[in-house]
């Protein structure tokens, strides 16, 4: 039988277990985020080689910005390069619906659980 249930941290471990050597680039929802951290946190993994991308604010990340006067309202202009778009995008807006809604041709596959879309190509 495969395994069930959530991912606990013996079964990250069993299913790689290089992990301390390992890059890890973690996307999903935010318990699963919070979890799969805080495993690596106690496997004492070398944390400059974790990154991690949330579609979801937290209210902790609202706490921690506030906590560090980070500007939580206004908005900012955003530049794309590769379309020649400025877009003007609010914050605390995930920057895919700002670029979406200025019709900016993004390729946001994590809807749809297709995570790493948009960074790779």
Not at 7 to 35: H, N, Q
Not at 54 to 81: C, L, R, Y
Not at 92 to 113: H, N
């Amino acid at each position: 039988t495969a395994p069930q249930g959530r991912l606990d941290k013996s079964w990250l471990v069993r299913l790689s277990p290089d992990i301390l050597e390992r890059t890890v680039y973690l996307c999903g929802p935010v318990g699963f985020m919070e979890d799969v951290e805080r495993y690596l946190t106690e496997l004492e993994f070398n944390m400059a080689n974790f990154y991690q991308e949330s579609f979801t604010p937290t209210s902790k990340m609202d706490t921690d910005n506030q906590a560090e006067g980070v500007e939580t309202s206004g908005s900012v202009e955003v530049f794309v390069p590769a379309f020649g778009a400025k877009v003007e995008a609010d914050l605390g807006t995930p920057l895919a619906d700002s670029l979406e809604k200025a019709g900016v041709p993004i390729i946001i596959a994590c809807r749809s659980g297709i995570c790493g879309s948009c960074k790779c190509k």
